[in-house]
């Protein structure tokens, strides 16, 4: 097996076209370009991407933990079998992503104002995370786990819920009007979220 190298410089550029194996640490390169890139089996740890370029890099296998990456472009821009662990994902135009093979999960993330809409998501995770103003627009998030999330003001517009978990979720808003909902789990009281749209009183 591959000796995984480790960088703990505060700075680097990414001057080779592929890193495989390999684990980065403590990396500070806020508005720096990691674009037209293949990453394979890395992990990137306590790292700060903030307002970086990913646009046309390849990620396979790869795990971000404890990372900020806010604000990152992400124009066909691949995720294979990628986890976010702990991390800070804000603003992020994810519909952009090249949708070939999507493959990621989220664990403990804070993912604020981006936009998930118009991909096939079937069986993702975000388990634990906090989630505020995110569009799940088209999106197909059939058999999709939301376990202990909390889905502040998040729009889900003509999206597939089939068998998601949303049983121990809290804050949501989901119209069973206009998304497919056949099979998804939800829990009292936070069920009763599903009744808002037809506008009516109920007693206990």
Not at 63 to 71: P, Q
């Amino acid at each position: 097996m591959c000796a995984i190298l480790l960088y703990k410089m505060k700075c680097m550029e990414f001057i080779d076209a592929v890193y495989n194996k390999e684990e980065f640490k403590g990396l500070k390169l806020s508005g720096s370009s990691l674009g037209e890139k293949e990453f394979s089996a890395c992990v990137f740890s306590k790292c700060s991407f903030s307002e970086c370029d990913f646009s046309n890099s390849v990620f396979i296998d790869c795990e971000f933990i404890d990372c900020n990456l806010a604000n990152i472009k992400v124009s066909n821009t691949s995720f294979q079998g990628v986890g976010f662990k702990k991390c800070k994902l804000v603003g992020i135009e994810f519909s952009l992503i090249d949708t070939l093979l999507i493959s990621w999960s989220f664990s403990e993330c804070l993912i604020m104002i981006c936009d998930f809409s118009d991909l096939s998501m079937r069986e993702n995770s975000f388990v634990s995370c906090e989630l505020r103003e995110l569009n799940f627009i088209n999106t197909n998030l059939k058999d999709s786990d939301f376990s202990e999330a909390s889905l502040d003001l998040c729009k889900f517009l003509n999206s597939n819920l089939e068998r998601a978990n949303f049983s121990t979720a809290t804050n949501y808003s989901i119209s069973p009007l206009e998304n497919k909902l056949k099979g998804a789990k939800f829990s009292y009281p936070e069920v009763l979220a599903l009744l808002d749209v037809f506008k009516i009183s109920l007693e206990l």
